[in-house]
C-alpha cells in the first residue's frame, strides 16, 4: 500500500492500515538498532531540517539519530538561537531554513497547529514533532509499535492513560491511534484534567471513559501509559504535587489492578516519586527504553518514506498533491 | 438633486415595503411617492434606477475598528470608510481602542475631522469608558459628549470591575449615553484563544466557556437595574447571555444587544489552524448560533454590528495562539445575514430593521425614509451573486473567514448625506 501522505501532521488524518503500514515500515529499522554498524546510506545526499521552536531533548536527538543513521545531514534550529530571540516570525524563519533547499523539515512548537501552518506555506515535507497540546504522532507511533511487539496486536486492547490528559499531545495522539484499533481507552487524573470532549473525538462507538479513581481505571488493564506531569501545568490553576502523587502515582500495588502482563508506558522525560514509583518504572512491565529504541526506527522510517521514495521533484509535487 | 426611482421602499419604522421613488436634494430626502409621480420634480437630478432593488434607511454598524490613529499599516478611516461604504454602511461607529486611545476630547476631534477630509459615510465615534481603557479612572466622557461621541466603551477589554462599571454608568445615565460593554470575565478568558468544546480540545487550543461572556452579562444587567442607565451587549454570542438580555427587557430594563455576522454564520466546529477563525468573543456552539437566530427574529436582538476588525497579514499571518483577535466585516455583512432571509430564517424587514432602526434605538436616534429626514440610503439587491475576495477588499487587511464566499444578495448603492457614497 503507498503512503498517501506528503506530512506527518497528526494521527488523527491517518487510516488504521496506513497506521499498520508506517508500523510495518519500521520493522527493518528495529533490526538496524541492533546492528554493530547502524548508519545507512539510504537518504544520502538529502538534509533533513530540525526547527524546534521549543526545547526539546529526547526527541531531537532522536530525530538527529535517525537522519543520521539513514546518512542524511542535517539542519539543526533550536529554541535558544537568535533568529528566534530577535522576534522573527514564525513564517520567515522557516522560508529562510526552505531557501537553504532541505529536503524535509521537522517542526517541534508550542503553538498547536504550528506545523499545519507551515505545511500550508511550505513546498516541502513537514514532519510534526510536537505542537503545544494538539498531537505528537511519532510517539503515538512508537507506543503502539512497542505494544505491538510485546502483546502482538494492538486490538482492542484496555488502554489506560494516566496524568494530564487536557494538556497532552502524547494523550491525544494515542487516543487517536488506539481508538482506530477497537481499543477501549480510559482516561484516568484530576478531574480538571480530563476534558470531556476527548470523548467525542474518537469514532462513534469506541469505548473511552473519564474515571477519576486510579484502581478503578487500572482494573483489567492491558496498557497503562503514563503521561509526565508537567511541573509548569500544576499552577493552573495549583494542584499541589503531594495531592498528585498520593492520587494518582503508578505504584507496584495500584498496578496490580491491571493485568498482570499489563505493560507501562512512558514517553518521557519521566518523573521518578512523582507520577511513577520507581519500582515500576525499572521493573518487568516497563517498556520505557524500548520506547526509546522503537522511536528511533518509526522516525528512520518516515523520514525514508517522506523523502526517500522520491527521487525527483516531480515524485516530490504528486506526493503533495495527493495530500 | 438624486432621485431613486423604482426602488422597492422598504422602511421597518413605518412598516412600509412598497414600490416608491425617493428623491434627495441637499443633505435631505424631499419627497417619497408612488413611482414616476416625482419625475417632474425631478428635472434635471441625477437618476439611480433601482429597479429590482430594495431602498433601505442608511444602515449604522454599531461597532467596528478603525485603527487610525495608531494602527494605519491595517485600517485607515479612509480604507474602513470605502469598505463600510461597500457594504452599504452610511454610519459606523468606531471603537475607542485606537493608539491614542480616544479617551479625550482632542482624540475624538482629531477622528472627526479626518473623517470630514476622507470619509464618504459618517463616523460616529465611540469613547473610552475608562481612561487608556485602563479600567481605573472615568474617561473625560462629557467632554467627549461635546466633541461628538455616540456612547462609551472599554471595548476590546470589558469594563474592568464592577465598581467602575457602577460609576461609569451612574455618570452616562446623566449624560444620557449608552454604555457598551464587551462582556467578559478575565480570569476564564485568560490565555483563551477560542471557545471551549469539541473542537478546542481537538485542536489543542485554549478554549473558554460560553459562562467568559454570559457571567459578565449577568453583572452588567445587575448593574443596569442598579443604575438605570441604558446598557449595550457587543458582540453577544451565547445563548446564555441572550436570555439575560430577553429577562432584562421582559422587566422593561433599557437593555439592548447586538450581534456580529459570523456569530450567525459560523460556530467552532469551523475553526481550523487559520487565524482568520479566530476572534473575540470566539465562534460559538452550533446552539448558540441556532439561538442568535430566533433572538433576530424574535425581537430579542436589537441590531446587527460588524465588530469589524482589521489586521494586516504581518500580524495575523501567524500561529494561532499568536495571532491577534478579530475579523474584517463590513463588505459581507449584508450577504452574510441575507442568507438567514433566505434560508427563510428571517424576514426582510426585520433584515432592515437591524441594520437601520434597531441600532438608532440604541443610539436613540430615528431612522426613517420620510420627507425632511437625513438623505442616507442603502440600496440593495436580494439576488445579485459575486464572490468576495479579500485581497478585493477596499479594507487594508485581509483577515475574513469569508474569503471566496458566493453570495445572493450585495449592496448596490450607498447614499450618504444626499450624494452617492459607493455604487457597485
Known amino acids: 500500500m503507498p503512503f498517501r501522505f506528503g506530512h506527518m501532521l497528526g494521527i488523527e488524518a491517518l487510516s488504521a492500515e496506513e497506521i499498520l503500514f508506517l508500523l510495518d515500515q ?48 542535517q539542519m539543526n534550529l533550536q529554541a535558544e538561537s ?4 530577535k522576534g522573527e516570525s514564525l513564517l520567515d524563519t522557516v522560508r529562510t531554513i526552505d531557501a537553504m533547499k532541505p529536503d524535509c ?18 513546498p516541502l515535507p513537514v514532519i510534526n514533532a510536537g505542537d503545544g497540546t494538539h498531537e505528537h504522532p511519532t510517539q503515538a507511533l512508537l507506543d503502539a509499535l512497542t505494544i505491538r511487539d510485546r502483546r502482538g496486536t494492538i486490538e482492542g486492547l484496555n488502554v489506560t492513560i494516566l496524568g494530564d490528559i487536557l494538556h497532552s499531545r502524547v494523550a491525544r495522539s494515542n487516543i487517536h491511534l488506539l481508538s482506530k484499533f477497537g481499543c477501549r481507552i480510559t482516561l484516568c487524573g484530576p478531574a480538571m484534567w480530563l476534558p470531556r470532549e476527548l470523548e467525542c473525538l474518537v469514532p462513534s462507538g469506541t469505548g473511552i471513559r473519564r474515571v477519576t479513581q486510579i484502581n478503578e481505571a487500572l482494573e483489567d488493564a492491558d496498557v497503562v501509559l503514563t503521561l509526565r506531569v508537567q511541573q509548569e501545568r500544576l499552577h493552573e490553576p495549583a494542584l499541589a504535587l503531594d495531592e498528585y502523587v498520593l492520587q494518582y ?44 529504541t522503537n522511536g528511533l526506527a518509526v522516525r528512520m522510517a518516515l523520514l525514508f518514506l517522506l523523502i526517500g521514495g522520491s527521487e525527483s521533484s516531480s515524485d516530490r509535487e504528486s506526493a503533495h498533491a495527493a495530500d | 438633486m438624486l432621485l431613486i426611482s423604482n426602488g422597492r421602499v422598504v422602511d421597518p419604522t413605518t412598516r412600509m415595503d412598497a414600490p416608491r421613488d425617493v428623491l434627495l436634494d441637499g443633505h435631505r430626502i424631499v419627497a417619497v411617492a408612488a413611482p414616476g409621480q416625482l419625475d417632474s420634480r425631478a428635472n434635471g437630478a441625477e437618476r439611480f434606477d433601482a429597479r429590482d432593488m430594495i431602498v433601505a434607511p442608511g444602515f449604522i454598524d454599531l461597532h467596528c475598528h478603525l485603527r487610525e490613529p495608531g494602527g494605519e499599516s491595517s485600517e485607515t478611516i479612509e480604507t474602513g470608510a470605502r469598505a463600510a461604504a461597500r457594504g452599504g454602511f452610511t454610519a459606523i461607529c468606531p471603537m475607542p481602542n485606537t493608539r491614542p486611545v480616544n479617551d479625550n476630547a482632542s482624540v475624538t476631534r482629531s477622528i472627526l475631522e479626518r473623517a470630514a477630509e476622507v470619509s464618504g459615510v459618517r463616523v460616529w465615534p465611540i469613547g473610552a469608558a475608562s481612561l487608556g481603557s485602563k479600567g481605573e479612572a472615568l474617561a473625560e466622557i462629557a467632554a467627549m459628549k461635546q466633541a461628538g461621541i455616540v456612547a462609551v466603551s472599554d471595548d476590546g477589554r470589558p469594563i474592568a470591575t464592577a465598581k467602575l462599571l457602577r460609576q461609569v454608568m451612574e455618570y452616562c445615565h446623566a449624560l444620557n449615553l449608552p454604555v457598551i460593554d464587551h462582556c467578559e470575565d478575565s480570569s476564564l478568558f485568560a490565555g483563551a484563544v477560542m471557545r471551549e468544546g469539541k473542537q478546542s480540545v481537538r485542536l489543542g487550543l485554549r478554549g473558554m466557556p460560553a459562562a467568559t461572556e454570559s457571567l459578565a452579562v449577568g453583572r452588567d444587567v445587575q448593574m443596569g437595574v442598579l443604575t438605570g442607565c441604558r446598557l449595550h ?3 453577544l454570542s451565547a445563548h446564555e447571555s441572550l436570555e439575560f438580555v430577553r429577562s432584562a427587557k421582559a422587566k422593561g430594563l433599557p437593555v439592548t444587544c447586538e450581534v456580529t455576522p459570523h456569530h450567525l454564520t459560523l460556530t467552532d466546529e469551523d475553526v481550523q489552524y487559520d487565524s ?65 432571509v433566505h434560508a427563510g430564517k428571517l424576514s426582510l424587514m426585520r433584515l432592515v430593521e437591524l441594520f437601520t432602526s434597531g441600532p438608532a434605538r440604541v443610539l436613540e436616534i430615528g431612522r426613517r425614509i420620510a420627507e425632511g429626514e437625513p438623505g442616507d440610503l442603502t440600496i440593495f439587491s436580494t439576488e445579485h451573486k459575486w464572490t468576495f475576495h479579500a485581497n478585493e477588499s477596499a479594507s487594508k487587511s485581509r483577515n475574513s473567514p469569508f474569503d471566496g464566499r458566493t453570495f445572493r444578495g450585495a449592496p448596490m448603492a450607498t447614499v450618504v448625506a444626499g450624494r452617492l457614497a459607493y455604487r457597485r
Open chain 1, 249 to 292: 502515582q503508578l505504584t507496584p500495588e495500584r498496578l496490580r489492578h491491571a493485568k498482570p502482563d499489563a505493560l507501562v508506558l512512558h514517553p518521557g522525560p519521566m518523573i521518578r516519586g512523582l507520577e511513577i514509583d520507581p519500582a515500576v518504572a525499572d521493573g518487568p512491565q516497563s517498556c520505557v527504553l524500548e520506547q526509546v
Open chain 1, 82 to 85: 537568535s533568529s528566534l530571540k
Open chain 1, 105 to 122: 523539515i521537522v517542526i517541534r512548537h508550542s503553538s498547536s497547529g504550528a506545523p499545519d501552518f507551515v505545511a500550508q506555506r511550505l
Open chain 2, 233 to 235: 451587549i457587543a458582540h
Open chain 1, 26 to 73: 519500521s520493522k527493518p529499522f528495529q533490526e538496524i538498532q541492533r546492528h554493530p554498524l547502524k548508519k545507512l546510506a539510504t537518504l544520502r545526499g538529502k538534509t533533513v531540517a530540525l526547527a524546534f521552536f521549543e526545547p526539546s531533548t529526547r526527541t531531537r536527538i532522536s530525530f538527529a539519530t535517525a537522519a543520521a543513521r539513514l546518512g542524511a545531514d
Open chain 2, 276 to 340: 482568520s477563525y479566530k476572534m473575540n468573543p470566539p465562534l460559538a456552539s452550533r446552539e448558540d448560533r441556532d439561538a442568535l437566530i430566533v433572538g433576530l427574529a424574535d425581537g430579542s436582538v436589537d441590531a446587527i454590528a460588524t465588530d469589524h476588525a482589521p489586521h494586516e497579514p504581518a500580524l495575523k499571518d501567524v500561529e494561532f495562539d499568536r495571532a491577534p483577535f478579530g475579523v474584517t466585516g463590513f463588505e459581507t455583512a449584508l450577504g452574510l445575514v441575507l442568507e438567514l
